[in-house]
């Protein structure tokens, strides 16, 4: 049997793969303006595995892995559409689309203004330290994935503008700056995907994380979407072996390593060569916890995520968190109200054992931290989103409830507002204390 190959088709020619040949031209333009500004790419194992044609442009992977139309304010796509109709020459595009670009709140939850660390009175860029207990690391050689989801925070990574772009040269800043921060004990290795890196690459950053200089950081993570859009990374790539060596080779170390996967729907769970790659992965020692945003037309249904949590339990696989889409890039498209979300949430719940129940959600990554929405009340008479932190710039926050006023159509944190006596710099961002 021959071994897959990976084969990528980027958002500048999904419109004309065969597959969507049948879509109407104007849908097909529609593809390509928004393509023009969002980062998109589509690989073999997505387009043949994955998608179900017969439901396009209604399958919820379709919907997740192509352009659509709304994924654009309407005065972005006008701008961008226009040019493209009237044969405009490349770099004229390529400009205006990374003006439009900075239109859409690249960098959401202050990842740069507030995230990059410092050392010796300069900044590191490619590290994030939000958390006291937790530093991102972004090697350089990982910031792109094999395929790309419509929602991505991190879209901005893939554009090519240099100063929105984070990325580590290697790991020689990050190892300097965990030396001189024995508080840290998680280490997230992060992207794009890291785990689109060859093993040696990898393992320039990991093994020096097992010397015993290091011993103060007993957890590594790894956030990968890997197994759910090339499991071959684990199974037939030429270094899948290699890859499985190293991450045993972490837990032999002492070391803690999570595998943090990102499944946005079931069908990611279902092929042979997933299942495969979850069962040699577990093999290694790594635990596998799983993450992702609930979207529309994705996975906005209760019975798509208690599917998807007990396929999780019986392979091996933790349910993590259930994010809300962040305030960025294609959000219009795909967020949903908090209230809806808390109810296709909860609702997922009720149709779940106990062990399916570990997933917290829906939790926003917000500027002043992970902010869960517990559920909603109605106190002396007003209706409230009982909210806690999970985490918290300032430790002292973490854990701690607090109320802010129910909306019907409030997505993101920033639009609500405290209430029932909150103080209201809960809702302000909180510098790591010195």
């Not at 929105?164 to 020689?172: A, I």
């Not at 001189?180 to 998680?186: I, M």
Request: overall charge neutral; some cysteine.
């Amino acid at each position: 049997m021959d071994r897959p190959v990976m084969r990528a088709t980027p958002g500048e020619r999904l419109a004309q793969l065969p597959q969507v040949s049948s879509l109407d031209p104007a849908t097909r333009h529609e593809m390509r303006v928004v393509a023009a500004v969002l980062p998109f790419k589509v690989n073999n194992y997505v387009l043949d595995e994955l998608i179900d044609w017969d439901r396009a442009p209604e399958d919820p992977i379709f919907r997740l892995t192509f352009p659509h139309r709304d994924m654009l304010p309407e005065p972005v796509f006008s701008v961008i559409s226009d040019l493209i109709s009237a044969g405009a020459p490349r770099a004229v595009l390529r400009g205006e689309a990374d003006r439009q670009r900075r239109l859409l709140h690249p960098h959401p939850g202050g990842q740069l203004e507030l995230n990059v660390p410092r050392m010796d009175g300069r900044p590191v860029p490619g590290l994030q330290h939000k958390y006291r207990e937790t530093v991102l690391l972004f090697p350089a050689q990982g910031q792109t994935c094999h395929a790309y989801c419509g929602y991505c925070f991190r879209w901005a990574q893939f554009v090519g503008i240099p100063e929105l772009k984070q990325h580590l040269p290697g790991p020689g800043p990050a190892l300097d700056y965990l030396r001189a921060h024995p508080e840290v004990t998680d280490v997230l290795i992060t992207g794009g995907d890291p785990l689109i890196m060859s093993t040696d690459r990898l393992r320039a950053y990991l093994e020096p994380l097992l010397a015993p200089e290091f011993d103060h950081v007993r957890n590594i993570r790894l956030g990968t979407k890997a197994l759910g859009y090339w499991p071959y990374r684990f199974l037939t790539d030429p270094d899948a072996e290699d890859l499985l060596r190293l991450l045993s080779d972490c837990v032999a170390a002492g070391r803690s390593l999570a595998v943090m996967t990102h499944f946005s729907h079931g069908r990611e769970l279902t092929t042979r060569a997933v299942r495969e790659a979850v069962a040699r992965l577990r093999g290694t020692g790594a635990v596998l916890r799983a993450q992702a945003p609930m979207v529309r037309h994705v996975n906005d249904d209760p019975t798509v995520w208690a599917d998807m949590w007990r396929d999780m339990v019986q392979l091996g696989i933790q349910p993590y968190y259930t994010f809300v889409e962040r305030d960025t890039g294609a959000r219009d498209y795909f967020a949903l109200p908090l209230t809806r979300a808390l109810s296709v949430y909860q609702e997922a719940l009720r149709q779940v054992s106990g062990l399916a129940r570990t997933a917290r959600g829906p939790v926003m990554s917000a500027t002043p931290g992970k902010v869960l929405v517990n559920g909603e009340a109605e106190i002396a008479g007003e209706k409230v989103f009982v909210c806690s932190f999970l985490q918290s710039r300032d430790p002292e926050r973490t854990g701690r409830p607090f109320f802010a006023a129910w909306s019907p159509t409030a997505t993101w944190f920033d639009e609500l507002r405290p209430a029932l006596g909150t103080d209201p710099t809960l809702f302000a961002p909180a510098p790591i204390p010195a």
